[in-house]
């Protein structure tokens, strides 16, 4: 399984395009609103909520 971590519209939408799942970062770039457009499989709101996240997804 693919992720990508992005701050941007374009990285969430490079991952809809790759089907890769789209995670979106708030404390970057663009505005939530944004992200939540691209339809990510969650936004997180800080590095610990993003490594949470992602250690309850591993394998």
Do not use: K
């Not at 990508?4 to 770039?29: F, P």
């Not at 939530?32 to 590095?47: E, G, K, R, Y």
């Amino acid at each position: 399984r693919t992720v990508m971590i992005g701050d941007t519209s374009h990285d969430l939408n490079m991952a809809l395009n790759a089907r890769a799942h789209g995670v979106g970062v708030s404390y970057g770039a663009h505005a939530t609103d944004l992200l939540q457009a691209c339809q990510p499989q969650t936004i997180v709101h800080s590095f610990a909520e993003l490594q949470q996240w992602l250690l309850t997804r591993l394998d």
